[in-house]
């Protein structure tokens, strides 16, 4: 069982009984505060760390080449409606595949062991398999987020 919590009374139940924990839209620095709480209300509840998965939900705008990211990032500002300062800006992985991978592993630095992906072309898929392609790989070579 997965839960998706922020609120410490949601932490507090996703450490006691998940087998997954889930926060979305937070920016690399904000996820790993949260996974710091989540991590004390595991040891307060009495439970391993290792046992429990951490996931961050995140937007992504994925780019063809590196000359694209602006355009990237501008498609996604238009398609979920935000203004230039909007702080899930933050929390998305914009740009070209390597962009998008160096911001994963910033992920990974602050706790995730997974990443939810969604996608500003759905319900196209250019994007999904752009990703699936060209930086599913280089995230699973090393330590995994799935």
Known sequence: MWVAAVGPQAIALAARRADGWEASFLPPAGFADAVARFDAALVA?????????????????????PHEGARAAE??????GLGRDHPLLDAALVGDAEAVVARALVYREAGAT?????????????????????????????PRIR
């Open 114 to 142: 997974d990443l939810m992906v969604g996608f500003v072309d759905f319900p196209d898929t250019t994007m999904l398999e752009r990703f699936a392609k060209r930086v599913l790989p280089a995230l699973t070579a090393g």
């Open 45 to 65: 509840a009495g439970r391993s760390g290792d046992v429990v998965r951490r996931s961050v939900e995140v937007d992504a705008a994925l780019a063809d080449a």
């Open 75 to 80: 498609r996604f500002r238009a398609h979920c």
